[in-house]
């Protein structure tokens, strides 16, 4: 997820580790951590794949440095990471990474990833209300706290979908509707009178035109 993580942040700007290490614990700190132990061997990998490319730039002391941007391939790697039909999003580092990064992504596809993230909580809320009402008889009071906390979460985290799922759908049928023709200037079209041809009607002469025409010999 930390190759994730680089490729969206690279789809801003160009940036260098250190910078890039920054804007990770500014933007994504607070759900993972990330150090430069991890940073750099995932730079490594990207630019083998030819997701990212260096290039060379100096700061103010006149050093010269490695400034990152992504590729072409970057991009496209990108959106089958945020997609990612393969796993789940159950895991909750990984919704919250993505969803960072949702700019990117074709509304369509926003709207895919949301509705299975409600999927897999509403499953977590079931297992959690089964375990509830199999164990509250056999568990101390604080586990049956942290059930019930986990239960509220969960359900709030499911709210919280349906009002983005809402809002992805009602964006989505605004842009059908401006993709739509518009239906004055289809019966404009219509009560055009067609040529002989099959065509566009033959523009009419001047007056002028014709009353010369009639008055010569």
Do not use: C
């Not at 895991?91 to 596809?109: D, H, M, N, S, T």
């Amino acid at each position: 997820m930390l190759e994730l993580a680089i490729l969206g942040l690279l789809q801003e700007k160009a940036m260098h580790g250190y910078e890039l290490k920054k804007q990770l614990t500014q933007k994504l700190g607070h759900f993972w951590p990330v150090s430069y132990g991890s940073l750099y061997p995932a730079l490594k990998r990207l630019e083998q794949r030819g997701s990212i490319e260096p290039v060379f730039s100096e700061d103010d002391t006149r050093r010269s440095k490695n400034v990152y941007r992504i590729t072409e391939a970057g991009r496209r790697e990108f959106l089958e990471l945020i997609e990612d039909k393969a796993s789940t999003t159950w895991e909750e580092e990984k919704f919250p990474l993505r969803f960072a990064f949702f700019r990117y992504v074709k509304p369509e596809i926003r709207l895919r990833l949301l509705e299975r993230r409600k999927a897999d909580l509403q499953d977590k809320l079931a297992d959690l209300r089964r375990s509830m009402r199999d164990e509250q008889d056999h568990i101390d009071g604080y586990t049956l706290s942290l059930l019930r906390h986990g239960m509220e979460a969960t359900a709030s985290d499911i709210a919280w979908l349906d009002e983005l799922i809402v809002a992805e759908k009602r964006q989505l049928a605004a842009d059908a509707d401006k993709r739509q023709p518009v239906s004055g200037d289809e019966g404009d079209h219509a009560t055009r009178p067609p040529s002989a041809e099959g065509g566009e009607p033959p523009a009419e002469r001047p007056a002028d035109d014709r009353v010369r025409a009639r008055s010569r010999p």
